[in-house]
């Protein structure tokens, strides 16, 4: 009989500038994600997450940069190398997973937010990120992070139109709202996106509270096809 197909937890989460580090820690023990996308990171979140209590649990790590906003990490459970970064002002980094034999493209998204002056930034920083998934081939993907977009706006559909798929959205989550936290996830915006391609199949997701943060974290368990 053939093996039925891995099933991945996956977890994107942004931590308002490391504020939240300490609810993404406890998020890490209850909820056991194999693969997480980590936001606003900053130089004391990325030393605890070097130390032995998160190395146990996820000893496959790729930081960049090292500003508040800026720092940004990929933790997993599956060994991990790493990839050129998408290029933005915020740290975009990339790896490849081995999930029991199967190669999957693992990239934070974390475009520069759409504020008035920095429109032109935002919209080539998504556009950025659509370029990685047009490129990708035939290779598993997942682009997971604070995209600062939701499904109305072009740049991020462009995105979509490459193949890539909103867990979310197939999920039956569509239009769950992840920011502003205390707002979300009644009111507010989506913005916060697992994004997979072809043979990686969503079966639920689920909106996390993080204390500290202004997102909801998502976590995304998805079925890895060969």
């Not at 940069?65 to 720092?71: I, N, P, R, S, V």
């Not at 998408?86 to 190669?103: E, I, K, N, Q």
């Not at 999920?171 to 391609?197: F, M, Y």
């Amino acid at each position: 009989d053939p093996e039925p197909p891995a099933q991945i937890r996956v977890l994107t989460a942004n931590l308002r500038q490391g504020q939240a580090l300490d609810a993404l820690l406890a998020a890490l023990r209850q909820e056991r994600p194999h693969l997480v996308s980590v936001q606003e990171c900053d130089a004391e979140c990325a030393r605890r997450l070097r130390g032995s209590a998160v190395r146990d649990g996820h000893p496959y790590q790729v930081f960049a940069g090292d500003g508040a906003a800026e720092g940004s990490a990929i933790l997993s459970t599956y060994p991990l190398s790493a990839r050129p970064r998408v290029p933005g002002t915020l740290s975009m980094p990339g790896a490849v997973a081995d999930v029991r034999g199967l190669p999957v493209r693992f990239q934070v998204a974390h475009p520069m937010p759409p504020e008035p002056l920095r429109l032109e930034v935002w919209r080539r920083e998504l556009a950025a990120l659509r370029t990685f998934a047009a490129r990708r081939g035939g290779e598993r993907t997942i682009i997971a992070g604070d995209f600062n977009a939701t499904q109305d706006h072009a740049a991020f559909r462009a995105i979509v139109d490459t193949g890539m798929r909103d867990a979310a959205r197939l999920a039956g989550r569509s239009r769950t709202a992840t920011w502003p936290v205390p707002l979300a996830p009644r009111v507010g915006a989506q913005i916060d996106h697992v994004l997979v391609s072809e043979r990686l199949v969503p079966v639920r997701a689920r909106f996390l509270p993080l204390a500290g943060s202004d997102h909801l974290a998502v976590l995304v368990e998805l079925r890895v096809y060969e």
